[in-house]
C-alpha cells in the first residue's frame, strides 16, 4: 500500500496520519487577525519572537485610561497537542472578554504542533515564549510589556491540553532561576488534559477513550513510558516534585466531562503543595464549552470567576 494514503493513527474528526508522515487535519482552524475589537475596545497583535521556528505569540490590551501596570495573563490554547492556534476565532474572543473584564494583558502563544513537532517540542515552544514575556522585566524590544507589565503578578493559564502545558510550566519554573522582580502569582486550568494508570481506574472514562487518550500520546511521543509520563501524569515518581509548582495560587476549572482535570485537582490537594488551591465547577456543560458557547450562562460564571481569581489581593 502506498504509504502516502495508509492511515496509520485517525484522532476522530480531527486528525488523520498517514505512514508517510503526511498529517491532514480534518477540524481547520477559524483563525483570525489581530485587531481591535469593537465590543470590548481590547487591541490584538502578533508577533513572531523565534523567525526560525516562527514562534510567534498574540498580544491583548484592554483600553488604558493611563499608563497603568497590569497583571499578565499567559495562555496556551488547546487541541491534544495536535490542532488549534493561538489566532483560533474562540480563542480569540475569549480573551477579549477576559482581557477587558479582568483589566490584564494576555499573552497567547502559537506553539508548534505535533505529530510534525513530536513532544516536547510544543513545551519547548511555550517555555521560550514564556521566558521571552519574563525577559521584559528589565526592558526589552515589546513595549506592551515594558510599558505596562506587573511582572510581579504573572498568571500561567491554559484550557486542555493547554492546562497541562501551564502546569509543567509553573514546574519547570520553580525549578529554574527567573528575572528579577518577576512573580508568577498564579495558574489557571481550564479543563485541564492528564492521564494516569490510577486516573484510568475511573469507571467515568470508557475504555474508548482510554485507548485513544494512550495512542495519541505514543503517536506524539514514541519514547514514552505510556499513561504515566511524568509530562502527563506529574504526581508519578519520576516527575519533578509537586512542591516546586512556582506560583501561590491555583484555580482548577472542570466541566461533567472533565474527570481527568478533577482527579489533577485532587491530586494535588492532598499533595503537600502548600498554596492556595480553588476549584470551579460547571455542572451540565462539557470539555471547554466555555469557547463554543460563550454568551451561556455557565460561560459568564466561569469568566467572572477567572476574573475574581486574577483581581484578588492577597
Known sequence: MDPDTEITFEFPSHLLLYKSGRVVRLSHSDTVPASTDPETDVTSKDVIINPGTNLAVRLYLPNLSSNQKLPVYVYYHGGGFMIGSAFESADHKY??????????????VDYRLAPE??????????????????????????????????????????????????HNMAIRAGNEDLEPGVTIEGLVLIHPFFMGTEAFKSERISEEFKNLLEKSWKVMKPDTVGLDDPLANPFV???????SLRCKRVLVCVSDDDWLSFWYYLKLKES???????????????????????????????????????????
Open 95 to 108: 480573551l477579549n472578554r477576559l482581557v477587558s473584564e479582568a483589566n490584564v494583558i494576555a499573552v497567547s
Open 117 to 166: 513537532n513530536l513532544l516536547p517540542v510544543p513545551y519547548e515552544d511555550s517555555w521560550i515564549a514564556l521566558k521571552w514575556v519574563l525577559s521584559h522585566s528589565n526592558g526589552g524590544s515589546e513595549p506592551w510589556l515594558t510599558n505596562h507589565a506587573d511582572f510581579g503578578r504573572i498568571f500561567i493559564a491554559g484550557c486542555s491540553s493547554g492546562g497541562n502545558i501551564a
Open 272 to 314: 503537600g503543595w502548600k498554596g492556595e488551591l480553588e476549584l470551579h465547577e460547571s455542572k451540565g456543560e462539557s470539555h471547554a464549552f466555555h469557547l463554543w458557547k460563550p454568551g451561556c450562562e455557565k460561560a459568564i460564571d466561569l469568566e467572572k470567576n477567572t476574573t475574581a481569581f486574577l483581581n484578588k489581593i492577597i
Open 237 to 243: 515518581e519520576e516527575a519533578p516534585e509537586i512542591t
